[in-house]
């Protein structure tokens, strides 16, 4: 009788940052090996400021969220009431949102750096620059760059936002290196002017 045995998926973006750590560690000199930035979270939202006069178009971020992350997408809602726009606070119809943790974060991160960005009309590649919090963010004007999606889940066009949330985000050196080092495609500098 032979042992029915489960392979488990690790996604190889994981396993090389398991061995990336160690190393930038000893070449940042850094303390402690927990030290390290890292990626805690993506968040992947859409917004929608015209979905307050079209739900349809509600359902077609929260689609396109749903083919390109695997997950269900939660509702966005207003922050604060906005009278010019006719938005009150707590509203559900701004946007969605969907947040990737663990091996589905890594494994995303693998498909948006090795098949989206490349695929982008006229990629330069990414801007360096991170927010205050140390946070990392990729704006996409088109959906149609992600295969998991069909032509006609592309007629309505809508951008997304892709947030690298980071832990230990002190240094923003650091954190470039990281991201480089997990594939993100910086665009190349010249007399530290971004082309």
């Given amino acids: 009788m032979s042992k029915n045995t489960i392979t488990v998926y690790v996604p190889a ?54 083919k390109v992350t695997g997950q269900e997408p939660t509702p966005a809602q207003a922050k ?13 119809v701004i946007g969605a949102k969907v947040t990737l943790r663990g091996d589905k ?41 992600f295969p998991e999606l069909s032509y006609a889940e592309t007629t309505t066009s809508h951008g997304l936002q892709v947030t690298f949330v980071m832990q230990n985000s002190d240094n923003h050196e650091h954190i470039r290196l990281v991201l480089k080092e997990l594939g993100v495609p910086f665009a190349k500098q010249e007399n530290n002017k971004e082309i």
């Fill in 80 to 92: 604060k009431s906005i009278a010019t726009f006719k938005i009150r606070r707590g509203m559900n």
């Fill in 105 to 145: 974060m890594y494994e995303f991160v693998e498909r948006l750096n090795m098949i989206v960005l490349p695929t982008v009309r006229d990629f330069h590649g990414t801007s360096p620059n991170l927010d205050n919090g140390g946070n990392y963010n990729i704006g996409i004007k088109e959906q149609s760059v």
């Fill in 13 to 66: 973006l994981k396993t090389h940052y398991k061995e990336l750590a160690p190393r930038l560690q000893k070449e940042l000199k850094l303390k402690n090996i927990n030290q390290v930035p890292k990626v805690r979270k993506v968040v992947v939202s859409v917004g929608l400021g015209k979905a307050k006069e079209d739900k349809r178009l509600l359902e077609i971020a929260s689609n396109t969220l749903r």
